[in-house]
């Protein structure tokens, strides 16, 4: 094996690490923002369509115009990496806003009800019934951006903090495809390992659900709306026009 | 800052030419127009195949989850050191990150027919291939719209990084910007594409509603436009 990524590894292993830190944190940071935001505002009708619609226009925005202008919003310098940690926190925040508002519709009305009949105050309904009952499509909702997120720290590379992307950038100048080959690779199997952890830690806040055996064409179904979050958002798009 | 950006924008002289603001947002839509025709000659017909017959569902899957993980700056730098073509590879990297959301689309369309809809079709005796253009398709319509709406955010935003390997575009006036410490022509790329995309995707969210079958087709509801953008959903970041 006498691969380009091995013999540089001393070169490539700052950018692993600068690719771990400016993809996860944001994550985290953007999940524990919007899960309070979500449970502040589902019940309240004209703040959670404010908080959607305000999370769909931050979308609207490209990743690299949001880099570049950030640096004149946040008085912050061009080259500082606080900018694409606080791009991608946006980005988070307002996709996980909205998993937040659809993890908690999935709670089922007469768990919620049970959980009041029994004099569960609704901070207590909210922590203890809520939030457990969320999990899973929470967990699918951060697959969802992590992943994203990972991709979408190498766009900073064209403004010099991109982590792995620049490998791109360097690879692209130099005409050396062997580099941009590797930060591919690379940047593919962080989006794996950070998705599989997050599927993991899911799972081990679910105990109740391992035990639960689902039909052969419920277990598909579910599959297939966890990879595909576009489709259930499609559906909403058309409910929401008709 | 403003103030510059306003005299740039006042000034007709920026307008007009091979390198004026008209030219790069007509390349810009061109790229991203190509990009979006290539995509769905790709997968419109393997969406309406799948969503018909019930089949590959699992390439879907795969295909959104892949692509969502793949960085476009590095496919883009890739191909253009392979390929030595100055046009091709971006517009190829725009084409894949085109696919799923169309594809998820006119199958999520598809597959969302009511199925008494179809059999009643299939029990008056419509061959398949009128169930699939004449019943299927039409009731699909609102959701591959919105496909196609997802998939033009995602590659209007990443056209703009076509200009890091030569192209035109909207994004040259980052890329010149950065290169000459030009803040003012940095923003004013910045403005552009956010604010195409912003256009591109109300208009989509228009056409959604326009393509609404039943009695209520073309009765857009009072609110018009601005209903149209509060129920807009984009798929996912874009880069």
Known sequence: ?242 | MLADLAAYLGDGTNWAGSTGILNRLVEHVGYSALALLVGAVIAVPLGLAIGHTGRGEGIIVGLANTMRALPSLGLMTFLVLLMSSTLIPPITALVALAVPPLLAGVYAGIANVDRSVVDAARAMGMTEWQILLRVELPNALPLIVGGLRGATLQVVATATIAAFVNLGGLGRYIFDGLALYDYTRVLLGALLVTALALVLDGLLALVVKLVQPGTGRMTVRDTGLQAAIDDRAPAAPTA
């Open chain 1, 1 to 242: 094996m006498n691969l380009w990524g091995i013999r540089n590894w001393e070169a490539v292993q700052p950018l692993l690490v600068q690719h771990l830190y400016l993809s996860v944190v944001p994550t985290l940071i953007g999940v524990v923002v919007a899960i309070p935001i979500g449970l502040l505002l589902r019940d309240r009708r004209r703040a959670r369509t404010v908080a959607v619609v305000l999370s769909s226009a931050i979308f609207t925005i490209p990743s690299l115009a949001l880099f570049v202008v950030l640096p004149l919003l946040l008085g912050t310098r061009v080259l500082d990496p606080i900018n694409v940690v606080v791009a991608l926190t946006l980005y988070t925040v307002a996709l996980s806003v909205r998993t937040t508002f659809e993890a908690l519709d999935a709670v089922p009305a007469a768990t919620r009800e049970a959980a009041t009949a029994v004099g569960y105050s609704s901070w207590r309904r909210a922590t203890a019934v809520d939030l457990p009952l969320a999990i899973p499509v929470l967990t699918a909702g951060t697959r969802v951006v992590a992943v994203t997120n990972v991709s979408m720290v190498s766009v900073g590379a064209v403004i010099g903090i991109g982590g792995l992307g620049q490998l791109f950038t360097t690879g692209y100048q130099r005409d050396f495809p062997e580099q941009i080959l590797t930060g591919l690779v690379l940047i593919l199997l962080v989006a794996i390992v950070f998705d599989r952890i997050i599927a993991l830690v899911g799972r081990a806040f679910t105990p109740w659900i391992r035990g639960a055996s689902l039909r052969a064409s419920e277990r598909r179904l579910r599959a297939l709306a966890q990879a595909l979050p576009e489709v259930g958002r499609l559906r909403e798009v058309v409910s929401g026009a008709r």
